[in-house]
């Protein structure tokens, strides 16, 4: 069993959508991480979360301590927001987990 | 401030050689993590450097090994190369350990033939 579960895997929006994409973990944590990464290979850390709720631009995240779940919301999505998603949890130990990621296509 | 660089950027190894990765993190940060990419399992830690010291180490053999120096750059090195470490090796560097945001470097690509 992944200690961090991702869905979906795959999602294709049209440009201007709504999308969520899901977290859970089962370790207990000292902060969850909302990864991007481009083709290419370079990551970019989006929010970093130990409770609540943050926003940057067009992206939220939230987490529930409670549930060990979060998410990531990107409103009015746009082609340039096509990349992968990757969740990951540092325990309190400071090791990372990471989910399999969920590939976000944005079409226009 | 520069980001984080790794160099080299890509490289071919044969099996049974040894590797060594290298990553210089943002000025003034003190913790770097070294991860590994592929398409079958994704990103994996390997471990984590504070203050010269490895704080951290993921499930993985002792193949892999890394060090920090006083200006906080790192290396890692693979010895005994299999087919099965071919990835991309990232590295992270973070001001503090812990509850901090972690900034990754471009990636080291390995392919080992």
């Known amino acids: 069993k992944n200690e961090v579960e991702q869905s979906p895997q795959n999602l294709t929006a049209q440009e201007g959508e709504f999308i969520t994409i899901n977290c859970s973990y089962s370790v207990g944590i000292s902060a969850l991480h909302w990864l991007q990464q481009h083709p290419g290979g370079g990551i970019v850390s989006l929010f970093m979360?130990?409770?609540g709720k943050k926003k940057h631009g067009r992206l939220i995240a939230t987490i529930n301590i409670q549930e060990k779940h979060s998410s990531l919301h990107i409103t009015a999505s746009h082609p340039r927001d096509s990349a992968v998603y990757i969740c990951a949890v540092g325990n309190t130990g400071n090791q990372f987990y990471f989910g399999t990621g969920t590939s976000l296509t944005v079409i226009p | 401030k520069a980001g984080v660089t790794q160099t080299p950027r890509y490289l071919i190894k044969t099996r049974g050689q040894q590797v060594t990765l290298s990553c210089s993190p943002i000025?003034?940060?003190?913790?770097v993590s070294w991860y590994q990419q592929t398409p079958g399992q994704g990103l994996q830690f390997l471990f984590e450097?504070?203050?010269?010291?490895?704080?951290n180490k993921g499930n993985f053999p002792g193949r892999f090994s890394g060090r920090q120096f006083s200006n906080s750059r790192s290396e890692m090195n693979v010895s005994t190369l299999e087919l099965g470490d071919s990835a991309l090796y990232l590295c992270?560097?973070?001001?503090?350990?812990?509850?901090?945001?972690?900034?990754f470097g471009p990636g080291t690509r390995l392919t080992v033939l």
């Open positions: 979360l130990s409770s």
């Open positions: 992270a560097s973070s001001l503090q350990r812990g509850l901090d945001t972690q900034y």
């Open positions: 450097y504070f203050s010269e010291t490895q704080r």
């Open positions: 000025s003034g940060h003190r913790s």
